[in-house]
C-alpha cells in the first residue's frame, strides 16, 4: 500500500514506463495543476498536498492491468482534471489518449497542458458523453464518472469484448458490482494501492444479459 507522498513519487518512478522524461513531464504537470487549482477547482485543496498519492500514482496504478503491447485508443470519460487521462498520456505516450471533458474551462486547461508537455497523441474532445462519435477503444477509464450501471449504458458502444475496463470506484465498487445484474460481464475489483478502502472495477464486457423467460 502506498502511503505517503515520498512513498507515491518512488513507486511511480520505479515504473517500467515512468522514464526521466515521463518524470519530468509529471513533475511539471504537478506544478500547472497547483497553479491553476487557484483559478478553478480542479482537484480539492486539500488533495494538493498528496498529489502523487492522490492523484499520480492512483491514476499510474491503472497500467499495471493493461499489457505493454496493447495499441489503439484509451477512452478516459469525464476526465475532469485529467485523472487518469493526463497520467497515462505521459506514460504511455504511443497510445491515443481520448479525454471526454464537458466543461469548457476544465478543456481549455485541459488542452494547455496537452501543448505545454507536448502530449502529441492526446486530445480532448469537449462534449457530453452521449454526443461523442462512437468509435472503438482498446481500453475505458473513467474516474468517479456515474455509477457503473449508468457508465455502463452510457458508453457500452465504445466497447469490444477485447476492450480492457478500468473504473476506479472508491469504497463503492464491490457493492456496485453485487448490484450490476443486466451486464454479461467478467468484471472483478481489485484492491486500490493508494487506497486501503477503495476498489478498481477491472474487466471486460460482453454486452446485455440474457433475460430468462
Do not use: Y
Not at 465498487?173 to 493508494?194: G, K, N
Not at 486501503?196 to 430468462?212: E, T
Amino acid at each position: 500500500m502506498i502511503g505517503d507522498e515520498l512513498s507515491a513519487r518512488t513507486w511511480v518512478e520505479a515504473l517500467p514506463e515512468c522514464d526521466s522524461a515521463a518524470l519530468a513531464r509529471l513533475t511539471r504537470l504537478t506544478e500547472l495543476l497547483a497553479v491553476e487549482n487557484l483559478r478553478q477547482n480542479l482537484v480539492s485543496a486539500t488533495s494538493l498536498g498528496e498529489i502523487w498519492s492522490r492523484h499520480i500514482a492512483d491514476s499510474a496504478q491503472l497500467l499495471a492491468n493493461v499489457p505493454r503491447e496493447t495499441s489503439g485508443t484509451w477512452l478516459d470519460l469525464g476526465t475532469g482534471a485529467g485523472f487518469p487521462g493526463l497520467v497515462i498520456a505521459i506514460l504511455r505516450p504511443e497510445l491515443r489518449v481520448m479525454m471526454v471533458e464537458s466543461r469548457a474551462r476544465r478543456v481549455e486547461w485541459l488542452e494547455q497542458v496537452i501543448t505545454a508537455l507536448e502530449l502529441s497523441a492526446a486530445q480532448v474532445v469537449n462534449s457530453r458523453l452521449e454526443l461523442v462519435p462512437t468509435q472503438k477503444a482498446s481500453v475505458i477509464s473513467a474516474r468517479a464518472f456515474a455509477p457503473l450501471d449508468r457508465l455502463l449504458k452510457l458508453s457500452a458502444r465504445f466497447s469490444t469484448a477485447e476492450t480492457i475496463w478500468l473504473l476506479p470506484k472508491g469504497r463503492s465498487a464491490a457493492q456496485e458490482l453485487r448490484e450490476l445484474t443486466e451486464w454479461d460481464h467478467s468484471f472483478h475489483v481489485e484492491q486500490s494501492l493508494t487506497d486501503p478502502q477503495a476498489g478498481v472495477i477491472v474487466g471486460q464486457l460482453n454486452g446485455k444479459a440474457r433475460q430468462s423467460r
